[in-house]
């Protein structure tokens, strides 16, 4: 079953269908990380539905934002989205294996690559039965290393490329993002409740950067209420609906 929800009164709709993987709050968090700007070009590799183009969008709407998925079913929702949105001009998708961004692009199409990619390796424990859950989850059609890889093509000199990644795989993160030419230049964890341990990782790598990493204060989801934290409400929209 399809699902129609908006991001904020009056704001963008994003879809998602129950048989793919559902929008997750990494997808929020990511959308905070990269510095926008009007004009930019953004290429999101593994778009999916298209909620992080969208995301993006709804803060910065003079992006040029460009989505890439292997999925079929992912890639209809997503021009759907498009047309409900009336972003056709500004927001476009297409059917392809993000491997292959060299047959789609010229080197440096784009000022800014954002990602949330598929967090384990094949071999990491056992796989979803589901194909487009496996797909999501595991490196089954494309490694971390080929994300680095065609980010690093897609991007201009100077160019940012913004993903969301598990703790556990930050060396592997940052090795990989150096064989890239894609130097690392801003880190941000993500912890559920200050004091707990990071849950997950914001990163940034500059195509041609000089070294030096930030290390951002860490993203904190939830008051020790329980109550999501101002930063939080404000990704997600809320703080405008309660504006009058």
Known sequence: MEHWEALTPGGYRFVYNDVLFRPGTDTFL????????????????????????????????????????????????????AVENQL????????????????????????LVVCNPPYYPPAAGALAADGVRRTARAEVFCTLEDICRSAAYL??????FCLVHKPERLADVICL??????????????????????????????????PGLSL????????????????????YFRQQEDMP
Do not use: M, Y
């Open 216 to 235: 951002e204060p860490p993203l904190i989801l939830r008051q020790p209420d329980g109550a999501p934290t101002a930063e939080v409400e404000s990704i």
């Open 30 to 81: 990511l959308s905070s990380l990269p510095r926008l700007k009007p004009g930019l070009r953004v290429c999101d590799l593994g778009c999916g539905t298209g909620l992080l183009g969208l995301l993006l969008l709804q803060r910065q709407p003079s992006l040029s934002v460009t989505g890439l998925d292997i999925q079929p079913d992912a890639i209809r929702l997503a021009k759907q989205a």
């Open 177 to 210: 993002l150096r064989e890239a030419a894609l130097e690392p230049k801003r880190l941000r964890l993500v912890c559920a409740a200050a004091g707990a341990a990071p849950s997950l990782l914001l990163i940034e790598g500059r195509r041609g950067g000089r």
């Open 88 to 111: 056709e001009n500004r927001l476009t998708f297409h059917l392809a294996d993000l491997r292959q961004a060299a047959s789609l692009f010229p080197s440096g199409s784009f000022d």
């Open 155 to 160: 991007l201009r000199w100077g160019g940012s």
